[in-house]
């Protein structure tokens, strides 16, 4: 890393975090909350159609985890995830910066970005659907009546981390990169589905934060923006670990859950896909 330029947010790789990869992670991240909130308006809005059509609340749930954790995968492998890495969660971008994959600087702007993005999210989806989602209280998350706190707490630490353990191991290997969106997205349907009806399957400050504000309802919101930072943190530990019991020294090849194939300029630090050849230029590269 010696001798290697910097960048204007620290990072020794020789290309910079622009607007374009700000702007690509707020506009994902909007998109995937507008699509995630908009499901759950309109799967649990009173006076839905969509309620009359299927009346069955588990059905309903089922559609709600798809169309979520389908928003966040399309997210991924689109332009904009491409640009920015996808991170869409402050939880996954802890991670990376603990992996030592985005600079501070960086990360704090990723981290702004997913706020601002998850904030105009909630107030398009309040706009368009109006007492649809009003109703469904712009699918804030919000703990079960009867569920203690530190049982909330314990299953929304263990997803995160769960998630983060399997992005971070997924980008460790050529083999596996490409899946991470795919893989990443059918584990969060999963637990939309089993827990959402628990704590509201938040697994994101941000995804909490949109709709808190938008409502004007912070009492839980400590818990959701401290919890899945916590789970981000242990994922990412849990992954250093496991390296250092089977021997190895893991690294995950980039900061993107899905790289643009070949050797396309990139900020993230100690980014493995950079020296990969260009497809045009005979090599297409592992991702």
């Avoid at 890393?1 to 975090?17: L, N, Q």
């Avoid at 009806?197 to 839980?220: E, I, K």
């Avoid at 899905?258 to 260009?278: E, I």
Wanted: hydrophobic residues 50%; aromatic residues 8%; contains cysteine.
């Amino acid at each position: 890393m010696t001798g290697r330029p910097k960048d204007r947010a620290g990072s020794a790789t020789g290309t910079a975090f622009t607007w374009r990869e700000y702007g690509a992670e707020l506009a994902g991240t909007a998109i995937l909350l507008f699509g995630g909130l908009s499901a759950v308006s309109l799967n649990f809005g009173a006076g839905s159609p969509i309620v009359e059509a299927l009346p069955s609340a588990r059905l309903r749930l089922l559609l709600t985890a798809v169309l979520f954790a389908g928003t966040g995968t399309a997210v991924v492998y689109s332009p904009l995830g491409r640009r920015s890495g996808a991170h869409l969660n402050p939880a996954v971008t802890l991670a990376f910066l603990l992996e030592g994959k985005i600079p501070w600087r960086a990360g704090l702007g990723y981290v702004g970005v997913q706020f601002l993005g998850a904030s105009l999210a909630a107030a398009a989806v309040v706009l368009a659907w109006r007492g649809l989602a009003i109703s469904a209280r712009a699918g804030m998350t919000e703990i079960r009546s009867g569920l203690s706190l530190a049982e909330a707490a314990a299953l929304e630490l263990g997803m995160t981390a769960a998630l983060v353990l399997l992005i971070l191991t997924l980008l460790s290997t050529r083999k596996t990169a490409p899946f991470t969106g795919a893989a990443a997205g059918l584990l969060v349907a999963a637990f939309v589905f089993l827990e959402a009806p628990l704590t509201g399957t938040s697994l994101n400050p941000a995804r909490s934060f949109g709709p808190a504000l938008v409502m004007g309802d912070f009492g839980q919101y400590p818990f959701y923006l401290v919890v899945p930072l916590a789970g981000g943190a242990a994922g990412a530990a849990v992954y250093r670990f496991l390296g250092r019991l089977l021997g190895r020294n893991p690294s995950p090849l980039c900061g993107k859950l899905r790289h643009p194939r070949g050797g396309a300029p990139c900020p993230f630090r100690g980014c493995r896909y950079r020296h990969l050849p260009a497809p045009e230029a005979g090599g297409e590269g592992p991702g």
